[in-house]
């Protein structure tokens, strides 16, 4: 093989490479074209041969043909797996949004399936033969969970809390003549929270067309704040859950049935963006107290906003419930056909509430299944891996760790777990070598050592996950 000074030109080591159509051959004959399709693969051969050819006229020296045939060959199977791929989370945390957020359960897969395979009474009603209420098919259910007294289901949490705001703006409930100005939304200072991809609270706010008004402080707010910012054009009284991230020492915020109290005597709406919102108590698995949505819709805002596929386990959603006024107004509000959800969405949401309604959610949910994992059986199960992983196995160990609830639930609550502490070396190196498996294995970095947490590695995946261990440590196992 000639080397960059061994006398050759650049245009001389162009013409060692391979042409174009003998390229597509061998792709052709791996199965790639028919994968992928003609012109994907030409548009993938043209690159590879461009990219060669500003090397070698950088000096580079031609590659043997097969190692180009088998770079291209490498780079096609990876396009042919996709741009969005299943991975396995040893990440620990559960609602992990880099990640997609909820796994779903086998009847919200089934729901979703049939709902996607062929058509729906969507927008039909069976009994009367006529067009029907998209919006009602997730209701009901919602309102036996939470005692709400009507819902609707929108995009994503982010879409619920900007329709709350702009189908409660525009006039007070009673129809006072609107004073002058743009209507103000009352909210703490220490709730205008960033959520993460740049979801901002107060952006949120300002774009609904709404003028914020903030009272309070940053750790301490009381009622009798927001009864002094409450003004003429005042419309909305509102709180958020902080969601991510945690103050502490002298902290304060009025109850929410503060809020209402001071709502209904004024004559305002009270809006609660809830977050992550669960319907299940969180304490008894040691997540610390967090309030449910039953609880909010019981202190009586007008409208709580939470996700669906944060804490209730779903397929990515935001749910609005509340007073039947209020989401009256949601539901006839110009965004909502802008921001409503499909049949697939509200065949898997449905299917996930079913398991709440017949009280076995902490078995049938996923990410219930995971908050509510034994310890002893994570052990067990790191410990099996250890197992398997033969001689490679006994540079590893199983340590005591920390999963995390995550997706901007509790922050800094964590529940005791066990992990597979990987050899120590180069971290960071580890990590890059578990994920060009296939799947993909997401791990992360404790003490210097990539350690692999069994919460959120799904039943069934213990095999793939222990075939890429062996392959990243670059022994065999057993
Ligand atoms: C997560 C969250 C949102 C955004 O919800 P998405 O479902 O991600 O759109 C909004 N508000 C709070 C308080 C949250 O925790």
Known sequence: MSTPNSGTSPPSEARKLPRADRLLEAADRAGLVRRLGHGAVMEAVRAALERLRAEILAGAACPAPEAIERDLLERLESAARGSLRPV????????????????????????????????????????????????????????????????????????????????????RPTGDSPAEGAPEVVVSRGQLVEIGGGFRIPDVLRRSGATLVEVGTTNRTYRRDYEDAIGPRTRILMSVHRSNFRV?????????????????????????????????????????????????????????????????????????????????????????????????????LSATLAHYERGEALEAIPVWRAISAPAQALRERAERWRAALGDAGAACAVLPGQSAVGGGSLPEVTIPTSVLALPPGDPHALLARLRRCDPPVIARIEEDRVVLDPRTVLPGEDEPLVRCLVEALGRSGR
């Not at 039909?124 to 309102?143: F, N, Q």
């Not at 009586?300 to 609005?320: E, H």
Request: hydrophobic share 45%; net charge negative; aromatic share 4%.
């Open 88 to 171: 396995i989370n040893a990440t620990g945390v559960v609602v992990h949004t880099n990640l997609g957020r909820a796994p779903l359960s086998e009847e919200t897969i089934d729901a979703m399936r049939r709902a996607a395979a062929g058509y729906t009474n969507l927008e039909y009603d069976l009994e009367a033969g006529e067009r029907g209420d998209r919006y009602g098919h997730a209701e009901a259910p919602l309102c036996r969970l939470t005692g709400a007294e009507a819902a609707v289901v929108v995009n994503n949490n982010a879409s619920a809390v900007m329709l709350a705001l702009a189908a409660l703006m525009p006039a």
């Open 248 to 348: 502490q020492g002298f902290v304060h915020d009025p109850s929410l049935e503060d809020l209402v109290s001071l709502g209904r005597e004024r004559d305002l709406w009270v809006v609660d963006d809830l977050g992550s919102g669960t319907l299940l108590a969180t304490a008894p698995h040691g997540l610390g107290v967090e309030p449910t949505v039953q609880e909010r819709v019981r202190a009586g805002a007008d409208l709580v906003c939470f996700s669906g596929d944060k804490l209730l386990g779903g397929p990515q959603a935001g749910i609005l419930v509340g007073r039947r006024e209020a989401i009256r107004r949601v539901k006839r509000h110009p965004l909502m056909r802008a921001l409503r959800v499909d049949k697939v969405t509200l065949a898997g």
